[in-house]
């Protein structure tokens, strides 16, 4: 061979090995996570994101953000998983879970440089997150499922900062009263919140503040007929998918009429089709007719006849809820309808377009939350800070610990992360000790979204957890360090615990990549740029995805 190098990738691969490989998976991580850092807290910001099809959304819900966002490198991918992960686990602290694996991979570069080998800090963040775990456990506090007025706390700091916060207060009320009302205890005295029974409705045109909680279901729709009941107490109710409608043929067939008479009887024997619809239904029993399809309008002149409200194309989601609201099955073949087969409710025509539906089966159960705001944009960031909320309050209710807010269990724990370093061997404890620094990166940038100096913040929240204040935390509206538990910022131990062992997990699965091989082009341009979102310019074409990101 002559020593000729023997070629076993195709002309337009590409490879990066060790250090460039490295270098280009953190820059890549470090960018996403810088480019959802400024909505963190309170005083977080929101992200406008338009689409290749000119559709706005504003928010600063980071896993929103990051699912918005066009990426197309497989490492910042990687990070946008955690947002995903930590949504579906504890439903908020996704911002938290990024920003925290950015800065250790950014801890992870300055430990490259001093020769640090991949495996000791993939070994100290691995022993880190372990201890950190654990002590967030230790520093947590127990509750009672029925202590409505913390669980209020922890939705409201969950809301603080998003679409919901001007009315937090009332909408933390709706909130803790929809998990509770879906929470059961089992015969252990375990509790179990089932949120499929909490549905969301939403209006615009009217305050966040006239959100409302309804024991059943709420169905939008318009008075389908005029001589049609609107409200029926005590009726019986049927859900069917089937439409009830003229049948149409599967074949395409053309019909040749000789006489007016003809057509007459065509007519007659669709009517009559219709007619043996509705009489089957009423025969059965039913007072209410819920249809996921089409209902004609001959057949509403039936019903109505038959003093029946029947309302037509109501969504498949409602239809499942209403399922469960009226213990009722969803009936596809009305000719085999049986009274068994009708549900309970009464029925009840609001002012706006709605229809109230409450079960008053035995076993009926479900809520729906209401939710009320002046424009579409502003609707679609209530019902995503509601959603969050209602996730983290349920998740509190079943795992009973909670925590102080503001930075507060950051500190604490890195304080004591630092402390375990001490009896960590070799060079893995450098890496406990950037594992520390990493958690408070939140008190900082909570600080630096506030407009104040996170230096000196950082420098005063230490002093206190040095004194033993184990809840001081940064209150961003003064700027002071306060006992943040006492002041009603609590949140949720176990979305927090989650968070770290999410960060970690996707850290140490970028530090173990050495070797990039692409079978297309593999731009590194633009990988040194420690301007945050910028530096996403020329990584694996992830510079698209931020060009609609405003």
Known sequence: MGGQPMIILGEDSQRMKDRDAQSHNISAAKAVAESVRSTLGPKGMDKMLVSSMGSITVTNDGVTILEEMDIDNPTAEMIVQVAETQEDEAGDGTTTAVSIAGELLKNAEDLLDQ?????????????????????????AHEIDPEDTELLKQVAETSMTGKGAELEKEALAELVVNAVQAVTVETDDGEQIVDLEYVHTETQTGRSASESELF??????????????????????VLLTDEPIEVEETDANANLQLDSPDQLQDFLDKEEEQLRNKVETIADAGADVVLCQKGIDDLAEHFFAKEDILAISRV???????????????????????????????NVEYGDEALFYIEGTGEESHGV???LRGSTDHVVDELERGIGDALDVVAQTVSDGRVLAGGGAVEVEVARRVREYADSVSGREQLAVESFADALELVPRVLAENAGLDSIDTLVDLRAAHDDGHETAGLNVFTGEVVDTFEAGVVESAHAKQQAISSATEAANLVLKIDDIIAAGDLSTEGEEDEGGAGGMGGMGGMGGGMGGMM
């Open 215 to 236: 024991d059943g279901a709420v169905v939008s729709k318009n008075p389908p007929h005029d001589d049609m009941p609107l409200d029926v107490e005590d009726a019986s």
């Open 368 to 370: 729906t939350l209401l």
């Open 315 to 345: 969504n498949s989601s409602d239809m499942s809820f209403l399922r469960e609201v009226l213990e009722a099955e969803i009936i596809s073949d009305i000719d085999a309808l049986e009274p068994s087969d009708l549900g309970s409710a």
């Open 115 to 139: 020769d640090i080998h991949p495996t000791a800090m993939i070994k100290g963040f691995h022993l880190a997150s372990e201890r950190a775990r654990e002590e967030v456990d230790n520093v």
